[in-house]
């Protein structure tokens, strides 16, 4: 089946820095990946629907300014939180939908923790 | 709008017990619905999908769900748990709008 990888898998970084989430879609190109995030023992909630090519289209709440999302290519989208706090601590998972014939995979997550 | 109800924040039996986990949908076109595994620490694993095909779906693990249009259910049944089925599942819903929106989850405990 398809497989969508994630990196790094966890990572640790200082209040203020920013960290970059890569996205790879290994044996699918995916035109559309989504970036979820969930907050501990909660459900997944969408942050931004992200099209190779153009701009990232961000759900209701969602700073665009802080989470940073880059999709140059059919394999490759990258989320990156710009001057990380302790609040954005989460687990981030992206998913990508293949262009035939539409189905949708997840990635297996990347713990963020800001201290 | 489309959304998803998952009845129960926790669900409890006993290994060798059956399991039913509830979902409810509310969409305003045909859906497409999927149930997803999560455990501690690590991404979703998909256990089944319906797309508009029989509404009977077998999944992965020995579980099934049958999507029910008069009751806009989505229900997860397992005939007898194991220990390893402990775990959070997710009901989603997707419309076609390639948003794939996630319920609250459900944890499952299973006793020995």
């Excluded at chain 1, 969602?62 to 706090?85: C, M, P, R, W």
């Excluded at chain 2, 998803?4 to 969409?27: I, K």
């Excluded at chain 2, 619905?33 to 991404?43: A, E, M, S």
């Amino acid at each position: 089946g398809a497989v969508v990888s994630q990196h790094p898998s966890r990572v640790i970084c200082k209040s203020g820095t920013s960290v970059k989430i890569e996205c790879r879609s290994l044996d699918f190109q995916a035109t559309t990946m989504f970036w979820y995030r969930q907050f501990p023992k909660q459900s997944l909630m969408l942050m931004a629907t992200s099209n190779e090519g153009s701009k990232a289209t961000y759900e209701q709440g969602v700073e665009k300014d802080k989470f940073l999302i880059n999709h140059a290519s059919l394999t490759l989208s990258t989320l990156t939180v710009t001057s990380a706090h302790p609040e954005d601590s989460s687990f981030y998972i992206c998913s990508a939908r293949q262009v035939t014939p539409g189905e949708q995979y997840f990635g297996p997550g990347t713990r963020l923790t800001v201290t | 709008a489309q959304s998803v109800t998952q009845l129960d924040s926790h669900v409890s039996v006993s290994e060798g017990t059956p399991v039913l986990l509830r979902c409810n949908y509310s969409s305003s076109y045909s859906p497409s619905l999927f149930w997803y595994v999560q455990h501690p620490n690590k991404g979703l694993q998909l256990l089944l999908k319906y797309t508009s095909a029989a509404t009977l779906v077998k999944g992965i693990n020995g579980f099934e769900a049958e999507f029910k249009k008069s009751e806009t259910s989505f229900h997860l049944t397992k005939p007898s748990a194991h220990m390893s089925d402990a775990a959070e599942y997710f009901c989603a819903v997707n419309t076609g709008g390639f948003k794939t929106i996630f319920g609250a989850g459900t944890r499952l405990f299973v006793k020995a």
